[in-house]
């Protein structure tokens, strides 16, 4: 109930006109550039582990008073998330599957913004909705109680995606479909908020794809994680 109440109040916060956009990237384990970031790693669903997926940006302007950062990312796989693919039906089925980290990977986030969302009264949510039998929309915040200057171009850390893949068949779940091929975590945008209400550029974002390319004795997978720019929508689309 916390997660929809927090993401209703994203709808209430300003749209601005899309213009010189310096963009959102959606990498794995590590912020880009940084050591010990990957556009491409193994997914092994079978191991019960986490995946980072990590969300930063670079805000077309100066804000400041910057106090959130919302974002909107679609989940489509070729699986029905009611079915053959329920382990990503985050919305009812499986919500334990991703959660918000604020805290910024030091080691491999070297030149981002340290700690902008890792301080007292700051926090962050996410809430799903399942808009077809093949596509789960994912909006997420994260906030701060006051506002801090930033620049145009400068690195922001915005969170962690964390997906666990712990309720998979592969990791002993009951969930199928966490290595079904063709599925695909795209990011569709991101919008830096000020706590004056300035206008702030909707930023584009990029993608992740999961599939198989190999099967263990034990019945897991292993698949490719990348990352590229893709295309962005509106956040009130969630509800739609």
Not at 42 to 64: R, W
Not at 158 to 176: K, Q, T, W, Y
Not at 185 to 199: E, N, V
């Amino acid at each position: 109930m916390i997660r929809l109440v927090l993401v209703g109040m994203l709808a209430g916060m300003l749209f601005a006109n899309v213009a010189g956009a310096v963009g959102v990237d959606f990498t794995v384990n590590g912020c880009p550039g940084s050591a010990g970031t990957s556009q491409q790693q193994a997914m092994e669903c079978a191991a019960g582990t986490a995946a980072d997926l990590v969300i930063t940006f670079q805000p077309a302007e100066d804000v400041a008073d910057m106090v959130a950062a919302d974002w909107i990312l679609d989940i489509t796989t070729q699986g029905d998330v009611g079915s053959t693919a329920n382990f990503w039906d985050v919305q009812a089925l499986n919500p334990t599957a991703f959660s918000v980290q604020r805290t910024i990977p030091v080691a491999s986030c070297l030149g981002y913004y340290l700690n902008f969302w890792n301080v007292t009264d700051a926090g962050g949510a996410w809430a799903a909705a399942v808009r077809n039998p093949h596509t789960v929309r994912i909006a997420g915040l994260v906030y701060r109680p006051s506002g801090v200057a930033v620049r145009a171009n400068q690195k922001i850390f915005a969170a962690i995606m964390r997906l666990d893949v712990g309720a998979s068949v592969e990791a002993g779940g009951s969930l199928v479909g966490c290595c079904a091929s063709g599925t695909s975590l795209l990011m569709k945008q991101l919008i830096p908020s000020s706590a004056s209400g300035s206008t702030t550029t909707i930023l584009t974002g990029g993608s992740l794809t999961f599939g198989p390319v190999s099967v263990d004795p034990s019945g897991g997978c292993t698949g490719p994680v990348e990352s590229h720019r893709k295309s962005w929508g509106a956040l009130k689309s969630l509800y739609r």
